[in-house]
Nanobody
């Protein structure tokens, strides 16, 4: 059974930093691309960042140069380092992967940035 569990969401002031983590089980983690998405109140879920099995990364324009996605294949954990946070980064953050054509999501972790 594929399981993804995010942690690290919190309430933080604008300009601050947070590090999210996502513990993954049930897949051969090192072989899968991993993604972060977020969903703000009243908005659709949007892409944040991705890291491939070869550690290539891609970011949404809105978070480029502020967020860093990384992975630990030994601990089968995905990370998102978020710096210079803005109020518009307030959202529930989800980690995601695909296996055999099916999407898997964690339960999400709330990030709230006060201005």
């Amino acid at each position: 059974q594929v399981r993804l569990m995010e942690r690290g969401g919190d309430f933080v002031q604008a300009g601050g930093s947070l590090r999210l983590s996502c513990a993954v089980s049930g897949i051969n983690f090192r072989l899968h691309a991993m993604n972060w998405y977020r969903q703000a109140p009243g908005k659709e879920r949007e892409f944040v960042a991705t890291i491939t099995d070869t550690h290539q990364t891609t970011y949404a324009e809105s978070v480029k140069d502020r967020f860093t996605i990384s992975r630990d294949n030994i601990r089968t954990t995905l990370f998102l380092q978020m710096n210079s946070l803005k109020s518009e980064d307030t959202a529930v953050y989800y980690c995601n992967t695909m296996r055999q054509g099916r999407n898997f999501w964690g339960q999400g972790t709330q990030v709230t940035v006060s201005s």
